[in-house]
């Protein structure tokens, strides 16, 4: 999943969950990113790390 701003990447993530479950919920990440995990509706993981600001 991709985007071109945090908006992206954060509203993407949600819509991915809907209907699944959120396992781990968008955070600062030791490497300057912001990174969860999540369940969709199908039951398929995701891994989402949206880009720092220097990325």
């Given at each position: 999943?991709?985007?071109?701003t945090r908006r992206h ?7 991915v969950a809907e209907g ?33 600001a220097g990325s």
């Amino acid at each position: 999943m991709g985007g071109t701003t945090r908006r992206h990447g954060h509203r993407g993530s949600a819509r991915v969950a809907e209907g699944g479950e959120v396992r781990q919920p968008l955070e600062a990440a030791p490497w300057g990113d912001e990174f969860g995990m999540l369940t969709d509706r199908f039951g398929i993981g995701w891994l989402v790390n949206i880009a720092g600001a220097g990325s």
